[in-house]
């Protein structure tokens, strides 16, 4: 089975300061079609979860685009160029190669 | 507006079952994967089920669930099911629907399941 692990888990942040969370994949999630097979998402407070990334770098419908999805193969980021308020809540790498995985959850908090 | 609405969430002791019902509307639901997945108290999300579009002609269930949980649609009703038998205590949490896009795009509000003595 395929493990993410993201880093790190809790992550305070000062608004309009940027944020970069870590997610390694146990396994490569690049296939020879070009694209790599994991999404992040945010579950904020009291909320569903949303999706923000898919296929590791493409930003979701209505995302802003201080949001950005990178990394290839095992090791991914997900950054926001500029904190805001409304950011916090647990965001999740997910892979999708095979059946799906979550990672642990990286807690953003505003300082 | 695309929406996809939980309900059959409940309490019930360990060993007993329960039928989760998703429905959606706004959208060609027999187009697209659908999936389950919960979070429970204190833990992060848990991926537990995918069925494909069109036929269900794949099925996937997380290791946690397999053997004790089936999923299904029908198509006619716009509707998505996690027929959840011998539960235990470590499966109460909230269940959320989500089409798969790709990326899970759109996710229900949830129902909550919660198994106890």
């Known amino acids: 089975d395929i493990v993410m692990t993201q880093s790190p888990l809790f992550l305070p942040v000062t608004p309009g300061e940027p944020a970069s969370i870590s997610c390694r994949s146990s396994?490569?999630?690049?296939?020879?079609?070009?694209?790599?097979?994991m999404d992040w998402y945010l579950q904020k407070p009291g909320q569903s979860p949303q999706l923000l990334i898919y296929l590791g770098s493409n930003r979701a419908s209505g995302v802003p685009d201080r949001f950005s999805g990178s990394g290839s193969g095992t090791d991914f980021t997900l950054k926001i160029s500029r904190v805001e308020a409304d950011d916090v809540g647990v965001y999740y790498c997910?892979?999708?190669?095979?059946?799906?995985?979550f990672g642990q959850g990286t807690k953003l908090e505003i300082k | 507006e695309v929406q996809l609405v939980e309900s059959g969430g409940g309490l019930v002791k360990p060993g007993e079952s329960l039928r989760l019902s998703c429905i959606a509307s706004?959208?060609?639901?027999?187009?697209?994967?659908m999936n389950w997945v919960r979070k429970a108290p204190g833990k992060g999300l848990e991926w537990v089920s995918c069925i494909s579009g069109t036929s269900a002609s794949y099925i996937y269930y997380a290791d946690s669930v397999k053997g004790r949980f089936t999923i299904s649609r029908d198509d006619a009703r716009n509707s998505l099911y996690l027929q959840m038998d011998s539960l235990r205590v470590e499966d109460t949490a909230v269940y959320y629907c989500a089409r798969l896009m790709p990326g899970m795009d759109v996710w229900g509000q949830g129902t909550t399941v919660t198994v106890s003595s």
């Open positions: 997910m892979q999708t190669l095979q059946r799906y995985a």
């Open positions: 706004g959208f060609t639901f027999s187009s697209f994967a």
């Open positions: 396994q490569s999630l690049l296939l020879s079609d070009g694209y790599n097979y």
